[in-house]
């Protein structure tokens, strides 16, 4: 059984930076999705960005993720990591990352069975 484990979430100003890590154990086989969902009150939850653990590792963004989020896997390790920059008050949110082995799409939540406990991100103005 695949367990997730969340760290990096916190506080920032408007502009900062957070990078947030997703420790993914007890997988062993073939590649999967590691993707980084998010929740804000009152609205659905949506993904942020996905890579492919193994191959060319693969990335996936959405749109308003492009640019200033980045995607990483630590080399050999199925920990991924998710470099977030240009901070604004709108991705106030509980990010939370899942796996997956074959999502379409990606950012379909319905396609992960397995979740993390999520980190809260809070940017200020």
């Known amino acids: 059984q695949v367990h997730l484990v969340e760290s990096g979430g916190g506080e920032v100003q408007t502009g900062g930076s957070l990078t947030l890590s997703c420790a993914a154990s007890?997988?062993?086989?073939?590649?999967?999705?590691i993707t980084w969902f998010r929740q804000a009150p009152g609205k659905q939850r949506e993904g942020v960005a996905s890579?492919?653990?193994?191959?060319?590792?693969?990335?996936y963004y959405a749109d308003y993720a492009r640019g200033r989020f980045t995607i990483s896997q630590e080399y050999g390790q199925n920990t991924a990591f998710l470099r977030m920059e240009s901070l604004k008050p709108e991705d106030t949110a509980m990010y939370y990352c899942?796996?997956?082995?074959?999502?379409?799409?990606?950012?379909?939540?319905?396609?992960?069975?397995?979740w993390g406990q999520g980190t809260q991100v809070t940017v200020s103005s």
């Open positions: 007890g997988h062993s086989g073939g590649g999967i999705f």
């Open positions: 899942a796996v997956a082995t074959d999502p379409r799409p990606w950012s379909n939540p319905v396609y992960y069975q397995i």
């Open positions: 890579i492919y653990t193994t191959g060319g590792r693969s990335t």
